[in-house]
Every structure is written in C-alpha cells, then in structure tokens.
C-alpha cells in the first residue's frame, strides 16, 4: 500500500487550494493563510490519512470551510467582499486580445456574483475537472444536489453572459 | 464544416449532462484560432476555464509552510518541558514565599524579646527592695471583692 507522504501527495495540492479558497474570500492574502493554515491542520492529523478515502477531498473540504468561515467574519466586519477585479488591459493590446480580457472580466465578475455554493461547485467543475461525485463529498451534499447546483450556475451565466452581449447591458 | 456535434456538447453542458472527456473537448475546440461567429462568443467561457487553472501560489509559498510547520513542532516540545517544569517551579515561588514569611515573623519575634529583657532589669531592681513581696498584686486584689456564690442556685 503507498504510504502517503506530505511532500509527494499533499503539498502539491496547494494551488488547487488556494483556487478555491480564492474563489470564496476574493482576497489573495487570505486565501494564501487560508491554504497554509489547511496544510498545518491536515499535517496535524497525520495519523489518519491512511484511514482517509479521498486526502485531496479532506484538504479541499478543510479548505472551503476555512474560507466560508473567514468571509463571513470579514462580512460581520462590514469589509465589503469585492471581487478581484481583473487587470485592465494595456493601452497598445491589439483590439482582439483587449476584447478577450474584456469577456474575461465580465465572465470572471459573473461566476463570482453567484452563491457560494454554486461558484464553488463550478470552481470544482469547471476548473479542477472534479466529478459529480468527488465534489458531493467535498461539499457534504447529494450528487443530485451538486448537478442542480451547477445546473443553475451555468444557466445563470449563460443568460447573463448573454444578456451583456446581447443588449451591452 | 459540421459543427454539429460541437453544438451538441454545448448544449449538453448547458445541462449538466457532459461528461468531464466531453467538456475537454468543448475547451480544446475552442481553444482554436478559427471559430464559426455564432459559437465565437462562448470562446472566452472556456478560455476563462483554461486560464482559471493556471492561478498559482507564489514561489515561496513552500519554504513559508515548512518553516511553520517546524515551528509549531519545535513550541510543542518546549510546551511539554514547560508543563512538566511548571509544578516545580511553582513549589519553589510558595517555598520561598513561606520562608521570607518565616523569616520576617522570627524576625518580629526577636525585636519583641529586648523589651522583655528590658521589663527583667525592673524586677531586678525590685527583688532588693524585700517589700515587693507584700505588695499585692491585681489577682489577688480582685478574689478579695468578689462577692460569696450562692452554690445552691439551679
């Protein structure tokens, strides 16, 4: 049987950690103390991560419940969750590229707009290519409610998405 | 060129209903140069995925970790020497606690003794006079006045 080595199997789990943790604070810096503060508490419980099914969905779960946590205590102090707002584009960008950062911004302004459950199960989805599955763990749900979850988050920026390029809204 | 089948996909993951290969091959299609203006515009949707996955920690990242990590490890073995050193050092404080206490006490005691001493050279001087001993003292004046008990009260 492998035995599980921090080095080798749980430290290289940090930036999806951090993607995460990111996609639920908005904040850079407590996203990063948030990964460092998730790697010392699985660290801390290595004696049972042979008995573990899944170590990367312990961190993850660790992880988001973290950021849940620190988010809502930065709301309860009234520091006002603003998504990053994506560099603006330089001035001698050919128009394409300039149009491409433009529908960037507006899609990554959009994911962010959602419920966190739903930003963070498409997080999960769409860029860590989690399945249904692995993300109902991660999440404590069904992966009947992970599928109406992520149902309605694409809908949502479909339309909104939509909506923008349609009437420039 | 058919984009049939692309269009499928894309209508499939509207749905949920795509699997994690068929959504490898919506973002691959679009990662394309040329795209057909009516699926252009979801090519950022994708390339947003794309891009999503490329956000990284920074460089040092590693090194922070690991030193707190030993950190921690490091002022836990001083916590268990503390804890154990702890009770001693306690019993010191009151040990020494009580002896200055002590000490102060035995002190006062002695200070107290010299005026005893000095009341001594008194009665000295008294015993020559052989007087003394007729003088009456408080005791013996007070059984003299005190009135006779009635013994037979119940």
């Given at each position: 049987m492998h035995t599980i080595s921090f080095r080798e199997?749980?430290?290289?789990l940090k930036d999806k950690l951090f993607r995460l943790a990111l996609r639920i604070t908005f904040d850079r810096a407590e996203a990063e103390d948030i990964v460092q503060d998730t790697l010392i508490r699985v660290w801390n419980k290595r004696d049972e991560w042979q008995q573990m099914d899944s170590i990367e969905a312990y961190c993850l779960t660790i992880a988001r419940n973290l950021a849940i946590d620190r988010s809502q205590k930065m709301e309860s102090q009234n520091l006002e969750l603003t998504p990053e707002t994506q560099e603006m584009p330089d001035a001698k960008m050919p128009d394409q590229l300039m149009e491409q950062n433009e529908q960037l911004s507006i899609i990554h302004r959009l994911i962010n707009e959602l419920p966190e459950k739903q930003r963070s199960i498409l997080q999960l989805r769409d860029?860590?290519?989690?399945?249904y599955k692995e993300i109902a763990v991660i999440l404590g749900l069904t992966e009947e409610q992970v599928k109406v979850n992520l149902f309605r988050a694409r809908q949502r920026i479909r339309l909104k998405y939509n909506e923008i390029n349609d009437y420039g809204l | 060129m058919d984009y049939k089948y692309i269009e499928q996909l894309l209508e499939k993951y509207w749905n949920c209903e795509a699997s994690l290969e068929e959504e490898q091959i919506l973002r691959c299609f679009f990662r394309q140069e040329e795209v057909p203006a009516h699926l252009s515009r979801y090519r950022s949707l994708f390339a947003y995925q794309d891009a999503g996955k490329m956000l990284k920690l920074s460089d040092d990242f590693d090194e922070r970790l690991l030193a707190e990590i030993e950190r921690s490890v490091v002022k836990a073995k001083r916590l268990t020497l503390q804890m154990r050193l702890m009770p001693l050092f306690k019993a010191a404080v009151i040990m020494g606690f009580l002896f200055t206490i002590g000490g102060v006490v035995k002190h006062s005691m002695n200070t107290g003794k010299s005026e005893v001493v000095y009341v001594y050279d008194q009665f000295e001087r008294e015993?020559?006079?052989?007087q003394v001993a007729y003088k009456p003292d408080s005791v013996n004046a007070s059984v003299k006045d005190t009135p006779q008990k009635n013994v037979n009260k119940q």
């Open positions: 199997d749980i430290l290289p860029i860590e290519g989690k399945n | 015993r020559q006079d052989p």
